[in-house]
């Protein structure tokens, strides 16, 4: 009875391992069809143009970015996954591919694509993968998407210089930009309407605070 018993829960083992490999190997082989897409060049609007970045919890970095002088709006979404229509539930599976990620709409003239990636690296943890802080997933892991050759070259030299620095790996992915699906209404502002909210008041905030110390002259004049 034990050996039947055995063989029978070696079976499901087995069985169990080789489902995780197979679902494994379906995700890394749909990320890795992702990297070798040619990006798409998003067009300029009114001469402003925007950048994608996913950096944990698309509350706080949206926060991050909307007090940087330059940035005209900062928009939650999901980007960087396989599925079409993502949304806040099934993002959250980690199934879908796609990570928390913000909309950035700048103004070239008063801030530069290079400048995002130095804010983009300053207000994180670079080298944790798979999420920020106390949020942890795929859905969470750092991305830097570009639309060009010259934007990825850009993020490229400053990976490997910050690598270099800290004499560490740096987690957040290259990816070619291919499109952004904006989240839902009640994620957009939402530090600055929901200032009481525990995660807000424990984690955004705080994070908020570090980077605007780190780059107090990039940082908008509160009138």
């Known amino acids: 009875m034990k050996n039947t018993l055995y063989i029978l829960w070696s079976v499901i083992l087995l069985f169990s391992s080789c489902q995780s490999n197979s679902q494994s190997n379906n995700k890394d082989q749909k990320q890795a069809k992702i990297k070798n ?8 609007i009114n001469n ?15 926060a ?12 939650s979404g999901y980007s960087g996954g396989h599925t079409q229509n993502p949304t806040y539930q099934t993002s959250n599976t980690g199934r879908t591919g796609h990570a928390e990620a913000v909309e950035i709409t700048y103004d070239p003239k008063i801030i530069s694509f290079s400048t995002l990636v130095d804010i983009y690296f300053g207000s994180q943890n670079p080298t944790q993968i798979d999420g920020q802080g106390p949020d942890n997933g795929s859905q969470y892991r750092s ?12 993020i ?21 930009f291919q499109k952004f699906w904006k989240g839902e209404a ?4 939402y530090e600055k309407r929901n200032p009481n909210n525990p995660y807000i008041q424990n984690i955004s905030k705080p994070r908020l605070k570090r980077f605007q110390a780190k780059f107090p002259n990039l940082i908008k004049e509160i009138h």
């Open 143 to 154: 991305i830097i998407f570009y639309q060009n050759e010259k934007q990825r070259k850009i």
């Open 186 to 189: 009640y994620h957009q502002d």
């Open 64 to 75: 991050i970015y909307e007090s940087v002088k330059g940035v005209k709006e900062s928009v």
């Open 156 to 176: 490229e030299e400053k990976k490997e210089t910050l690598s270099k620095k800290l004499n560490k790996r740096i987690a957040a992915e290259i990816l070619p």
């Open 48 to 62: 402003l143009e925007r950048a994608y970045f996913a950096s944990g919890c698309f509350w706080c970095v949206e």
């Open 37 to 44: 897409i040619t990006p798409v060049q998003v067009k300029s």
